[in-house]
């Protein structure tokens, strides 16, 4: 499965079947896990934990009810440092999508976990922190109440912002077209629906020339975190097409008063 094909398959899984990994999923996971390469030199790992490690009963991983019977999880840790949170998200987002390829569910957790519950099962070096977690596995043929109340819900902020708002061409009042966009259309589509905290999409572009600048407006908690996955979907969009280029962090970039630069990306730059 194509990286746009799995980005657009991808969806939130809250109710799973109580049916650990098997031993090939687990191991597939771990194998990439192991040679995952955490961008803009920045020190995090993700752990693969299982309810059923222990012999005597299944350890206790807490998720407030949100999760239900999950047998494996995922926790992102990474050491404190200027854009961290971003890059930690940026391969936690690659994980998440690596293992929708394997048909298994996934859900980002930022707040609705018992922290200590997994830092009892993982062990963090000085200046490292658990940021996010997501439980995997197999998902259940039966749908909760509390995930159709929260699908539900949801519908009414599932619905993505258009191209032209969220992405812009030489400067902030001239929205970004299909044709403008040239050969990063189909990656800012991939950022388009890139998932965010209550599908706030704050993320934007603005193309000058060759170089994509990319912006967000700051909001408390997850602002990093999904701009981490926007800059996944977009970058490894542009590895599956063939688009050549490179993150850089630059001085002179247009600014705009609602916004905060972050980072750009130069074509032909690797």
């Known amino acids: 499965m194509s990286i746009i094909e799995t980005i657009q398959k991808r969806r939130s899984v809250r109710t799973y079947s109580g049916e650990p ?14 040679q995952l390469n955490v961008p803009f030199e920045i020190k995090a790992r993700i752990e693969l934990i299982s309810v059923n490690q222990s012999d005597e ?5 807490g998720t407030y009810g949100w999760i239900k019977g999950a047998c494996d999880f995922l926790a992102l840790v990474y050491e404190e440092a ?15 999508l690596f293992c929708t390829g394997l048909g298994l569910g996934t859900c980002w957790l930022g707040g609705s976990f018992n922290r200590s519950d997994f830092k009892k099962q993982i062990t963090l070096k000085p200046n490292e922190k658990i940021r ?24 009414n902020h599932s619905s993505r912002k258009p191209f032209g708002e ?16 040239g050969l990063f259309l189909k990656p800012l589509e991939m950022v388009r629906l890139a998932p965010s905290a209550s599908n706030k999409q704050e993320w934007r572009t603005l193309l000058e020339g060759n170089t994509l600048h990319f912006y967000k407006k700051p909001y408390p908690i997850f602002d990093n975190i999904d701009m981490g996955i926007a800059l996944c979907h977009f970058e490894q969009t542009c590895k599956e097409l063939g688009v050549e280029g490179g993150f850089e962090f ?14 750009s990306w130069m074509n032909g730059v690797r």
């Not at 259940?140 to 699908?151: A, G, M, T």
């Open 132 to 155: 996010i977690v997501s439980p995997v596995g197999y998902e259940s043929d039966r749908i909760r109440f509390l995930e159709k109340y929260i699908v539900n819900a949801a519908k």
């Open 166 to 181: 969220l992405f812009f061409n030489k400067h902030f009042d001239n929205p970004l077209t299909d044709t403008s966009a």
């Open 57 to 61: 009963k299944p350890i206790k991983l």
């Open 21 to 34: 990994l098997s031993k090939e999923h687990a191991n597939q996971i771990q194998q990439f896990l192991n």
């Open 82 to 96: 200027p854009f961290a949170e971003t890059a930690a998200a940026y391969i936690f987002e690659q994980t998440v």
């Open 250 to 263: 630059m001085q002179d970039v247009p600014t705009n008063d609602k916004l905060k630069y972050v980072i």
